[in-house]
């Protein structure tokens, strides 16, 4: 595993980081649309969005993908974006 994180559905498996501390090649996915979008249309998203990633049968299948999902707000996302960057 390239994560800092050992895998729920591989928890055995040890990750690169076990053996070179600080070692991370994570990949993630995001959902990002235009800065002037009105707030109420973004909250709405978000909200529909995390419903999803939270019902029972996305998030096995998302697993089963070898992933892990990470619900967040907006302004979360944007920190997590803004840090990766640095």
């Given at each position: 595993m390239g994560t800092?994180?050992?895998?729920?559905?591989?928890?055995?498996?040890?990750?690169?980081?076990?053996?070179?501390?600080?070692?991370?090649?994570?990949?993630?996915?995001?959902?990002?649309?235009?800065?002037?979008?009105?707030?109420?249309?973004?909250?709405?998203?978000?909200?529909?969005?995390n419903a999803g990633?939270?019902?029972?049968?996305?998030?096995?299948?998302?697993?089963?993908?070898?992933?892990?999902?990470?619900?967040?707000?907006?302004?979360?996302?944007?920190?997590?974006?803004?840090?990766?960057?640095?």
């Amino acid at each position: 595993m390239g994560t800092t994180t050992r895998s729920d559905s591989l928890p055995d498996i040890p990750t690169v980081a076990d053996y070179f501390p600080g070692y991370d090649a994570s990949a993630w996915i995001g959902v990002a649309i235009p800065r002037k979008t009105p707030a109420e249309i973004i909250d709405k998203l978000n909200r529909e969005i995390n419903a999803g990633l939270a019902d029972p049968k996305m998030k096995a299948r998302i697993a089963e993908l070898g992933a892990t999902v990470i619900p967040s707000s907006p302004g979360e996302f944007g920190r997590f974006v803004s840090d990766e960057i640095e």
